[in-house]
């Protein structure tokens, strides 16, 4: 069986009302995304677990809605036209919609297959239900299918714990507590590395459903227990010789005490969740009961570990003791900090901007948008002055401003020549029309244009790169003899017409800019 996909591109506040009114018309689905999905001007969206987001939708919207072709046996071009005329007169402004088949899949299939066991350290693998474990006695296999709550071993956060329980190798018949445990996999883990007792919680009541389904699965004997049960493992007198939370860092600094109280002396605490950036923000915050440091990094997140020392104690004695010492501490060194800090910040004065360039320099950009004034736009090339000399001197590379910032495809549209009859080409050629804008209030210099074809499933099949020479128009670099060097004026539009021979199998496309190196 085959389906008509449609496409509509629309404004945030018309993809929600657009979608009903597509499914009251026949649709079998509707989804919305972000129509610069995989793009510079990308905008991700995020909300808490159990509130909804305060944007619903992104500012330019793609709403796909996929019919039953069998509602439209003959074939015939009435379907969408029709189709427009009853969501005119809904109240709907719309354009002709793209459209594409989409052929029948083992979808069950097809998800699954995107999911293949995972291999973490030497000796853990993540297998999925439908995999066969790894031929290899050594191996630590965990049966852990996506499912209902966060852990399946691809994540960054969860891979360097797995690998931090991998490596230690005296875990046997030491506690652990899984703090966070989401689908268990890490407490789990544990218990196959001789951990004994593990226990597990989560504020989830889904996590618990999916965490002890898989300790069953596993044939691990794990106690999983919502902190709402008043269970004896999360009393106040229970301690653990190993505490682990792969959550997120805010909440992990809250939950400081709570974590550093279920630790005995000498005990280990590893937490994850943590970018490199907050790193020092959470050392700082657990420092008043011990001594953090990052054991390791991977993807731009890090895995943080410590040990209480056995003169501790737990509890509101350990955090007066820890202030008390840390009181003396500052008083020793009330002449050092100054001196450290007035060092450090000369350092940050003649690096940082060299550091965040590619974020700062974009940032501080002069828009078009109505926000920027001539005091604007002359503090900027006093910016980019000095960020020019600070290139010059350390060998960054310079460009005056980033493409992630400047650049935007305001439209771009494919369509084949043949429906021309004007013109004679071959099968399969197509004239793509793209129109690109400078945002920004400054003239900046031109981008590489890069054109992706994809097949059904969005993979892609060709992509091609094309420079500021080849795409722009002939009648513009005429009229603009020095381009390369100039670039294009403040909130310059360019509109270009670029021919394609589309590749076999190509059903999509996609357009960005970017600069090289």
């Known amino acids: 069986m085959s389906y008509r996909e449609l496409v509509f591109t629309v404004a945030a506040e018309t993809a929600e009302p657009l979608g009903d009114a597509l499914l009251e018309l026949g649709a079998l689905s509707v989804t919305v995304e972000d129509d610069a999905a995989g793009g510079y001007d990308e905008n991700p969206l995020y909300g ?22 069998e509602i439209d046996a003959s074939g ?23 459209e594409k088949i989409v052929e029948e899949q083992d979808w069950v299939r097809l998800t699954q297959s995107q999911f293949a066991p995972i291999q ?123 505490v682990m939370a792969n959550i997120l860092a805010n909440p992990l600094q809250v939950l400081a005490p709570a974590l550093v109280n279920k630790m005995r002396p000498g005990g280990q605490i590893v937490l994850s969740g943590v970018l490199a950036r907050q790193a020092d923000e959470v050392i700082a915050t657990y420092s008043q009961w011990l001594k953090l440091s990052v054991w390791r990094e991977s993807e731009g997140w890090v895995c943080l570990h ?24 500052f008083k020793q060194s009330k002449y050092l900090k100054p001196t450290l800090l007035g060092l450090l910040f000369l350092v ?24 920027s004034n001539a005091v604007a736009v002359r503090a900027f090339s006093l910016l980019q002055f000095v960020d020019q000399k600070l290139c010059s001197a350390l060998g960054c590379f310079n460009r005056p401003v980033s493409d992630f910032s400047a650049w935007k495809i305001t439209s771009a549209t494919l369509s084949s020549e043949n429906a021309r009859e004007d013109l004679k080409t071959p099968v399969n050629q197509s004239i793509l029309k793209v129109a690109v804008q400078n945002r920004l209030a400054i003239p ?26 080849e795409w722009l128009p002939s009648t513009w670099q005429e009229s603009h003899p ?21 590749p076999p199998g190509a059903a999509g496309y996609r357009v960005h800019v970017i600069y090289p190196r």
């Open 444 to 469: 900046v210099l031109l981008p590489n244009l890069v054109v992706s074809f994809t097949d059904a499933d969005e993979s892609e099949l060709k992509s091609i790169q094309l420079t500021p020479s």
């Open 306 to 329: 410590g040990t209480l020392g056995g003169e501790q104690k737990n509890g509101s004695n350990s955090t007066a003791d820890a202030n008390s010492a840390q009181k003396k501490s």
């Open 348 to 371: 940050l004065l003649i690096f940082g901007e060299h550091l965040f360039r590619n974020t700062l320099i974009p940032a501080l950009a002069p828009r078009i948008d109505g926000t």
């Open 48 to 69: 808490e677990p159990g509130l909804s987001p305060e944007v619903q939708a992104w500012d330019r919207s793609s709403v796909s809605a996929l019919f039953n072709l």
């Open 482 to 502: 020095n381009f390369l060097k100039d670039g294009a004026a403040a909130g310059e539009i360019i509109q270009t017409e670029l021919r394609f021979t589309l």
């Open 76 to 98: 015939s071009a009435a379907f969408i036209p029709e189709l427009l005329s009853s969501l005119k007169k809904a109240g709907f402004k719309l354009e002709v919609p793209q």
């Open 120 to 242: 973490i350290g030497k000796r853990i693998w993540v297998v999925p239900s439908w995999h066969e474990a790894p031929n290899d006695p050594n191996a630590i296999c965990l049966a852990v299918d996506p499912g209902l709550a966060f852990g399946t071993g691809s994540h960054p956060t969860t891979h360097l714990c797995l690998l931090w329980l991998e490596e230690h190798q005296n875990l046997s018949n030491q506690s652990l507590l899984d703090y966070g445990c989401g689908s268990g996999i890490l407490a789990i883990a544990a218990a196959k590395l001789g951990c004994n007792p593990v226990v597990g919680t989560d504020i989830d009541p889904q996590a618990m459903v999916a965490a002890r389904s898989n300790a069953e699965i596993n044939n691990t004997e794990i106690r999983f227990v919502l902190p709402t049960e008043g269970a004896p493992e999360l009393t106040a007198e229970r301690k653990y010789d190993i």
